[in-house]
């Protein structure tokens, strides 16, 4: 097991490694790392993370969503949504599809811009145009929001996409080399935990794999008391590294976000979602 364990590592890193691999043979080989390392869980099961991996865990999680902690967070993201800006507009004017089941295609790339555009810079992005004050990022309502827009794409499959574009390229192969960079006072890259040791326990906490991070977020974490953003939650893992925390929605969180996230296309969105 070990073995075939180091054979698939090393194999998934060269395969990373590769400058010439496009965009969709990554996820390709990245997608099949997870699977070949946990044949039990189907590709829709990864979504759950350390639940699909440890069972006493899940039955403990299963029964605190009996009566979900995040329920009036939730509630209060749809009065949000829904509560028109002064100028009488609401979201769903900036949205396509009324931003109802949009979820899924977020973050985009953005050709006009040439940035990442994630759905919380699109929620600003959608206040600015409305002559709102801009949200604080990462927690508070913006989150509330975020995770109201997530509910309204449940089931759907993740669809990001890399427009023909040198610049949207650019910014997947950051984001990608982000996730591959060693850095903090510990040295470790976020592959060193949630690639290479997927599964195994750090201190008291198994290691959730990447496939499937981005699919339940915002989440409610019983440790926050309310809901984060992927990018609060990426936060912690730099923390715990000792490396500095980025500011909410800097270039190199949303190149990050863009990756993590093409990597999980084709899983369906199950969020929001609870977490310790
Ligand atoms: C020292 C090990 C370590 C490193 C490095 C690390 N993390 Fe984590 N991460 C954890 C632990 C422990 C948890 C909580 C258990 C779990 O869900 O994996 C976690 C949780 C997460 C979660 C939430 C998973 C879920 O199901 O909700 C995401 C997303 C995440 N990490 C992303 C990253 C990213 C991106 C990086 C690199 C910037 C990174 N992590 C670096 C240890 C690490």
């Not at 913006?142 to 910014?171: F, G, W």
């Amino acid at each position: 097991m070990k073995s075939l364990f180091n054979i698939l590592v090393v194999s998934l890193l060269l395969a990373l490694s590769s400058a010439y691999a496009t965009p969709e043979q990554d996820k390709e080989t990245f997608q099949n790392f997870y699977t070949e390392m946990f044949p039990d869980i189907s590709l829709e099961g990864f979504g759950d993370g350390v639940y699909a991996l440890d069972q006493d865990a899940r039955d403990q999680w299963e029964a605190m969503n009996d009566f979900p902690p995040y329920e009036e967070d939730l509630e209060e993201g749809e009065e949000l949504f829904n509560t028109p800006f002064s100028n009488g507009k609401t979201y769903a004017n900036c949205f396509e599809n009324d931003g109802k089941n949009i979820r899924q295609n977020y973050p985009l790339f953005d050709t006009k811009q040439n940035k990442v555009i994630t759905l919380e810079l699109a929620i600003n992005n959608c206040r600015e145009s409305n002559g709102e004050e801009l949200l604080r990022y990462k927690k508070g309502e913006i989150a509330k929001l975020s995770a109201y827009m997530t509910y309204t794409s449940k089931d759907s499959l993740i669809n990001v996409k890399t427009p023909d574009s040198k610049e949207a390229l650019a910014a997947y192969e950051a984001g990608k080399q982000y996730y591959y960079s060693k850095r903090g006072q510990l040295n470790f890259s976020c592959a060193n935990c949630h690639t290479q040791n997927a599964g195994r326990r750090a201190r008291s906490e198994t290691l959730s794999p990447a496939l499937g991070h981005p699919t339940h977020f915002p989440v409610y974490r019983m440790k926050w008391a309310g809901f984060g953003t992927l990018q609060r939650r990426i936060d912690s893992c730099n923390k715990q590294v000792r490396a500095q925390p980025l500011s909410g929605q800097s270039e190199d969180y949303r190149n990050l976000e863009y990756f993590l996230t093409y990597m999980s296309n084709g899983l369906p969105i199950n969020g929001p979602a609870s977490r310790k």
